[in-house]
């Protein structure tokens, strides 16, 4: 979990955001999440072995492992990238290499980190051959299983991380820039969504940092409103 200023401003560095943090709030406190019941866990355990075993699309003939996701199995946030690579192939949890270190840096400092309150996944659970994007049949072959994910989770707010997750979870064609800065609503629990910029392209231009910065606070924000039962639709102020 976050600790006190010097440490997000240790992470806040760590994603070249070093000039916001004498204003930001205080990174909300840990939550303590129980284990879900054994009916819950069971569910886990089976969506978890058939994604194992999944041969839904093509992608399974070139794959190590599917990668189901990985964090506390109820959490209040859930982060959904685009597709494992070759180190989350490899190891079987998603965002391992350098953009998921810098994921990591990007939950610390907004307080919060993958053992607590953070469930980390993807759109897709097999890895496409030479991280080419995703083909709409693979998407719509796996999409099922992100969202028997998300019944299970129930997260209060979804983050979106990067062009291929913002949509196909939306359902759209908009630029990611367009698709930034507002609350958008996914599935039949119409949970919140926020969209930013994926760690992998954010290594690849530092200088749209500040802009996920704002995201992450925009992200933060919301869920302070929800948590406190002020929830809000629309456009950042
Ligand atoms: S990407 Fe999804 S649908 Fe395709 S084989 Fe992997 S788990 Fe199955």
């Known amino acids: 979990m976050g600790g006190g200023g010097g440490q997000r401003l240790e992470?806040?560095?760590?994603?070249?955001?070093?000039?916001?943090?004498?204003?930001?709030?205080?990174?909300?406190?840990?939550?303590?999440?129980?284990?879900?019941?054994?009916?819950?866990?069971?569910?886990?355990?089976?969506?978890?072995?058939?994604?194992q075993k999944c041969t839904r699309c093509p992608?399974?003939?070139?794959?190590?492992?599917?990668?189901?996701?990985?964090?506390?199995?109820?959490?209040?946030?859930?982060?959904?990238?685009?597709?494992p690579g070759a180190e989350e192939d490899r190891r079987g949890e998603p965002f391992v290499g350098a953009a998921g270190q810098l994921l990591d840096a990007m939950l610390r400092a907004i307080g919060l980190?993958?053992?607590?309150?953070?469930?980390i996944a993807n759109i897709l659970k097999s890895r496409p051959p030479n991280n080419r994007d995703p083909r709409p049949e693979e998407v719509a072959a796996c999409l099922p299983y992100l969202v028997r994910q998300?019944?299970?989770?129930?997260?209060?707010?979804?983050?979106?991380?990067?062009?291929?997750?913002?949509?196909?979870l939306l359902g759209t064609e908009a630029p990611l820039g367009r698709l930034r800065g507002q609350v958008h609503r996914f599935g039949e629990l119409n949970t919140p969504l926020v969209v930013t910029y994926h760690p992998a392209y954010l290594?690849?231009?530092?200088?749209?940092?500040?802009?996920?910065?704002?995201?992450?606070?925009?992200?933060?924000?919301?869920?302070?409103?929800?948590?406190?039962?002020a929830a809000t639709d629309g456009h950042r102020s």
């Not at 980190?113 to 469930?119: K, T």
């Open 203 to 229: 290594l690849r231009t530092p200088a749209d940092k500040r802009k996920a910065w704002e995201d992450l606070k925009f992200a933060r924000n919301l869920f302070q409103q929800l948590t406190q039962g």
């Open 113 to 119: 980190d993958r053992s607590s309150n953070v469930y």
């Open 150 to 168: 998300i019944a299970l989770l129930q997260p209060k707010l979804i983050l979106a991380v990067g062009r291929i997750a913002a949509q196909n």
């Open 11 to 51: 992470y806040l560095e760590a994603i070249g955001i070093e000039l916001w943090v004498a204003r930001g709030p205080a990174p909300p406190a840990a939550a303590a999440f129980p284990e879900p019941d054994a009916a819950v866990a069971a569910r886990w355990e089976a969506l978890r072995s058939e994604v």
């Open 59 to 83: 992608l399974h003939l070139t794959r190590t492992q599917g990668v189901l996701g990985v964090g506390p199995k109820r959490s209040d946030w859930l982060v959904v990238g685009e597709a």
